[in-house]
Protein backbone atom coordinates (compact mmCIF):
# COMPACT_ATOMS: atom_id res chain seq x y z
CA UNK A 1 0.00 0.00 0.00
CA UNK A 2 3.08 2.21 0.82
CA UNK A 3 4.47 1.63 -2.37
CA UNK A 4 1.48 2.89 -4.46
CA UNK A 5 1.49 6.11 -2.40
CA UNK A 6 5.00 6.47 -3.27
CA UNK A 7 4.47 5.79 -6.57
CA UNK A 8 1.87 8.51 -7.40
CA UNK A 9 3.69 11.13 -5.59
CA UNK A 10 6.62 10.47 -7.67
CA UNK A 11 4.39 10.28 -10.68
CA UNK A 12 3.27 14.07 -9.80
CA UNK A 13 6.70 15.30 -9.31
CA UNK A 14 7.24 14.61 -12.64
CA UNK A 15 4.48 16.34 -14.40
CA UNK A 16 5.49 18.71 -12.21
CA UNK A 17 8.81 18.86 -13.58
CA UNK A 18 7.17 19.04 -17.46
CA UNK A 19 4.57 21.52 -16.32
CA UNK A 20 7.48 23.53 -14.84
CA UNK A 21 9.33 22.75 -18.54
CA UNK A 22 6.17 24.33 -20.46
CA UNK A 23 5.66 27.56 -17.91
CA UNK A 24 2.24 26.82 -16.79
CA UNK A 25 0.79 26.34 -13.14
CA UNK A 26 1.16 22.95 -12.17
CA UNK A 27 -1.95 22.47 -10.54
CA UNK A 28 -3.92 23.40 -13.52
CA UNK A 29 -1.75 21.65 -15.80
CA UNK A 30 -2.31 18.00 -14.16
CA UNK A 31 -5.82 18.86 -13.79
CA UNK A 32 -6.29 19.80 -17.13
CA UNK A 33 -4.52 16.26 -18.62
CA UNK A 34 -6.80 14.84 -15.88
CA UNK A 35 -9.81 16.07 -17.71
CA UNK A 36 -8.36 14.61 -20.88
CA UNK A 37 -7.82 11.40 -19.73
CA UNK A 38 -3.99 10.89 -19.33
CA UNK A 39 -2.76 8.23 -16.57
CA UNK A 40 0.57 10.15 -15.62
CA UNK A 41 2.26 6.82 -14.82
CA UNK A 42 2.15 6.59 -18.31
CA UNK A 43 4.58 9.27 -19.42
CA UNK A 44 6.59 8.46 -16.41
CA UNK A 45 7.18 5.39 -17.19
CA UNK A 46 7.88 5.86 -20.85
CA UNK A 47 10.30 8.00 -19.48
CA UNK A 48 12.21 5.69 -17.37
CA UNK A 49 12.37 2.87 -19.72
CA UNK A 50 15.16 1.88 -21.87
CA UNK A 51 13.46 3.37 -25.08
CA UNK A 52 12.48 6.57 -23.63
CA UNK A 53 16.12 7.11 -21.84
CA UNK A 54 17.52 6.48 -25.37
CA UNK A 55 15.06 8.97 -26.97
CA UNK A 56 13.63 11.42 -24.90
CA UNK A 57 14.30 14.11 -22.65
CA UNK A 58 11.90 16.55 -20.58
CA UNK A 59 11.49 18.84 -23.35
CA UNK A 60 10.08 16.59 -25.90
CA UNK A 61 7.69 14.67 -23.26
CA UNK A 62 6.47 18.27 -22.62
CA UNK A 63 5.75 19.16 -26.22
CA UNK A 64 4.05 15.50 -26.19
CA UNK A 65 1.84 16.61 -23.33
CA UNK A 66 0.97 19.81 -24.78
CA UNK A 67 -1.91 18.88 -26.95
CA UNK A 68 -3.67 16.52 -24.22
CA UNK A 69 -3.40 19.49 -21.71
CA UNK A 70 -4.76 22.00 -24.39
CA UNK A 71 -7.69 19.83 -25.44
CA UNK A 72 -8.55 19.17 -21.31
CA UNK A 73 -7.99 22.95 -20.76
CA UNK A 74 -10.21 23.22 -23.70
CA UNK A 75 -13.36 21.34 -21.30
CA UNK A 76 -12.29 23.04 -17.98
CA UNK A 77 -13.06 26.26 -20.10
CA UNK A 78 -16.42 24.89 -21.47
CA UNK A 79 -17.01 24.41 -17.37
CA UNK A 80 -16.12 27.67 -16.09
CA UNK A 81 -16.24 29.68 -19.26
CA UNK A 82 -15.36 32.91 -16.80
CA UNK A 83 -12.28 31.89 -15.67
CA UNK A 84 -8.86 33.81 -17.10
CA UNK A 85 -6.56 31.36 -16.11
CA UNK A 86 -7.50 29.11 -18.44
CA UNK A 87 -7.38 31.28 -21.03
CA UNK A 88 -3.97 32.36 -19.93
CA UNK A 89 -3.26 28.50 -20.00
CA UNK A 90 -4.04 27.91 -22.57
CA UNK A 91 -2.02 30.87 -24.65
CA UNK A 92 1.37 29.51 -22.69
CA UNK A 93 0.41 26.10 -23.77
CA UNK A 94 -0.14 27.29 -27.64
CA UNK A 95 3.29 29.50 -27.17
CA UNK A 96 5.26 26.47 -26.25
CA UNK A 97 4.32 24.11 -29.06
CA UNK A 98 5.18 27.34 -30.96
CA UNK A 99 8.58 27.66 -30.13
CA UNK A 100 8.94 23.91 -29.55
CA UNK A 101 7.10 22.36 -32.77
CA UNK A 102 10.47 21.06 -34.35
CA UNK A 103 12.36 20.32 -30.66
CA UNK A 104 16.13 19.08 -31.77
CA UNK A 105 16.64 15.27 -31.31
CA UNK A 106 19.75 15.66 -29.11
CA UNK A 107 19.94 11.76 -28.81
CA UNK A 108 22.03 11.32 -31.91
Same mark, same amino acid.
Given at each position: MLGFFAG???GSKFMNSLADE???D???YKTAL?? !?GT???NYEAWYNSPEGKRR???GTMATSSCNPAKVGAQMLK !???PNEQSIDEFIRLIERYEAQNAT???TTK
Open positions: MFRIGVRRLTQ !ANFAETI !AKFYPD
